[in-house]
C-alpha cells in the first residue's frame, strides 16, 4: 500500500503545483499583477510592430496573459481600460458556460428538448421535427432550422424553419444560439443578467451585462472583464481553488469537437488543431486548421467586429483583442490568424517558453482581401485554379503550368471566396479569398 500511497501523494503534488502556476487577479478589486515583456524575451520593436497592425485595423483593447499575470495591455484612440465594448459572438461562450451551471445545478438537461422550456410551436417545423431539437443541439449549430431565411437572427417562430433533421447539419445560424437565453431564464427562474451575475461575474470579478439589441443579448464589459473569462476558462472553470464549474464532463465537452460535421466547433466555441472547419454563411468544408499560426491547442471566442478571446493551456497564454474590421464578417478568423503571425513574433530571444512560429502553407494567395488582383505561389507547378462562391459552385477556372498565377477579380462582388488550387503532384490545396 505505500507505494501506492506515495504515488498519489506525488501526483497530487504534481497536480497542486501546476494549479499554483497560474496567477488570479483579486475579486474585489481592479490590481493586476504584472510581467515585465522583457523576461519572456520580447522585443520593443516587435511590440511595436504589433500595436502598429492592431491600431491600423481599427483595435479598442488588446490584453495578453501568461500565467494569469498582464504582460501587454494596450487601448487605442479614445478607449480606455474603463470603456465598455460590445463582445458581439464572442459572448456565445459565456452562454454556453451558464448552460454547463444550469445543468450543474440540475435546472436542466442539455439533453432535455428545447419545446420542454420555451413550448410546443416555437418553431414554424411540425411537432415531430420540433421535438427532436435539444439544446445540446442549440450549443453545437445542429439545430436543423434554416439558416437562409431573411433574416437568421430572428427568433420568431416564423423565421424558425425546418431545413434538416436535428443533428444532421450544422450551420452557424443565430437565432437558435439566441433562444438559449429563454431556456436558461425559464429552467433558473431568474433573469438571464442575474444569473450570470450570481454565478460566474461575481466569483470572478467579472463586469459587464447582457444588452438586448434587436433580437440579440449582446455582452458588453471592459477589456479586463473578458481577461477574466479568459483566465477562468484556462484553469478548466476553476477560480484561485474555487471550483465554479464542477462539471467536467461538460466543461470537456464544451472545448472538444461536439458532432461530426464541423470538427473545429464544441459547444460555442471555435476550436483549432483539427482536420477540417466550416465557417458561417456556407456548407464548404475547409481542410486544415482553422487558425494555421495559432497552437493546435488554441480555443477561440470569436464575434463579428473582431472581438476575439484565445486561450492556450500548452502556453498558459490567454489574449484578447476588441474593436472593429473592415470586412464585417460575422466570425472574421482570418484577422485573429493575422495577429497570430504577430504574437508568434513577439519573442526574439531563446527562453523556455514555448512561440513556435508556424510554417507557410505550401500554396500563397496574396494580397488577401484584395479589391483587382490576386497572386497565388505555390513550391510546386499549379495545374489549374477554381474560385468557388460559399454555396460552393465555381464561378471561375484558370489554366496553368507555372507555380505563380497571377488572376484578375474584377469581374467579382465584394465578399467570400473558396480558391482551390490543384498541383501538378495531384493534390489539391483550399483556401479562403476576400474580394472587398
Given at each position: 500500500m505505500k507505494p501506492i500511497y506515495l504515488v498519489i501523494s506525488a501526483l497530487f503534488f504534481s497536480l497542486n503545483i501546476g494549479a499554483q502556476s497560474l496567477y488570479f487577479p483579486p475579486s474585489t478589486d481592479n490590481t493586476w499583477d504584472t510581467i515585465a515583456p522583457t523576461t519572456l524575451g520580447y522585443c520593443q520593436d516587435n511590440i511595436d510592430s504589433l500595436y502598429h497592425f492592431l491600431e491600423a485595423e481599427n483595435t479598442k483593447a488588446f490584453i495578453l496573459l501568461k500565467d494569469g499575470k498582464i504582460v501587454l495591455e494596450k487601448y487605442f484612440g479614445t478607449h480606455t481600460q474603463n470603456s465598455l465594448w460590445q463582445w458581439a459572438s464572442a459572448g456565445k461562450t459565456i452562454t454556453a458556460f451558464m448552460v454547463g451551471m444550469a445543468q450543474q445545478e440540475g435546472h436542466l438537461s442539455i439533453t432535455d428538448t428545447t419545446s420542454t422550456y420555451l413550448g410546443p410551436g416555437w418553431t414554424n417545423c411540425t411537432p415531430a421535427q420540433e421535438e427532436k431539437i435539444t439544446i445540446r443541439h442549440q450549443l453545437t449549430m445542429t439545430s436543423g432550422l434554416d439558416d437562409g431565411v431573411a433574416d437568421p437572427f430572428c427568433t420568431l417562430d416564423s423565421c424558425l424553419a425546418y431545413k434538416a433533421d436535428a443533428g444532421t447539419r450544422w450551420a452557424y445560424h443565430n437565432a437558435p444560439y439566441t433562444l438559449l437565453d429563454k431556456v436558461i431564464e425559464q429552467a433558473t427562474g431568474v433573469t438571464l443578467n442575474s444569473y450570470t451575475t450570481q454565478k460566474l461575474k461575481n466569483p470572478i470579478g467579472m463586469t459587464g451585462t447582457f444588452v438586448p439589441i434587436d433580437y440579440n443579448n449582446v455582452f458588453m464589459s471592459n477589456a479586463r472583464s473578458m481577461a477574466r473569462f479568459g483566465l477562468l476558462m484556462l484553469n478548466h472553470g476553476n477560480w484561485n481553488g474555487n471550483q465554479i464549474l464542477t462539471d467536467t464532463t461538460y466543461f470537456n465537452q464544451m472545448v472538444n469537437t461536439s458532432q461530426t460535421n464541423n470538427p473545429s466547433y464544441g459547444y460555442l466555441w471555435w476550436l483549432n488543431g483539427k482536420s477540417s472547419y466550416m465557417i458561417p454563411q456556407t456548407q464548404f468544408v475547409f481542410p486544415g486548421n482553422l487558425c494555421a499560426h495559432a497552437p493546435s491547442d488554441m480555443i477561440v471566442a470569436m464575434g463579428k467586429g473582431g472581438q476575439f478571446l484565445n486561450v492556450v493551456p500548452s502556453q498558459n497564454l490567454v489574449w484578447l483583442r476588441m474593436g472593429d474590421e473592415p470586412n464585417n464578417s460575422l466570425v472574421p478568423f482570418l484577422l485573429n490568424n493575422d495577429i497570430w503571425t504577430y504574437v508568434n513574433a513577439l519573442q526574439c530571444t531563446k527562453t523556455g517558453i514555448n512561440n513556435t512560429i508556424y510554417p507557410n502553407n505550401v500554396v500563397q494567395l496574396f494580397p488577401n482581401p484584395s479589391n483587382h488582383m490576386v497572386n497565388i505561389t505555390a513550391n510546386q507547378i499549379i495545374s489549374k485554379i477554381e474560385i468557388l462562391n460559399i454555396q460552393g459552385q465555381v464561378i471561375q477556372t484558370i489554366s496553368?503550368?507555372?507555380?505563380?498565377?497571377?488572376?484578375?477579380?474584377?469581374?467579382?462582388?465584394?465578399?467570400?471566396?473558396?480558391?482551390?488550387?490543384?498541383?501538378?503532384?495531384?493534390?489539391?490545396?483550399?483556401?479562403?479569398?476576400?474580394?472587398?
Open positions: 496553368a503550368t507555372t507555380n505563380n498565377v497571377s488572376i484578375s477579380i474584377n469581374t467579382l462582388s465584394n465578399g467570400l471566396f473558396i480558391v482551390k488550387a490543384s498541383l501538378a503532384n495531384g493534390t489539391t490545396w483550399t483556401g479562403k479569398l476576400i474580394k472587398a
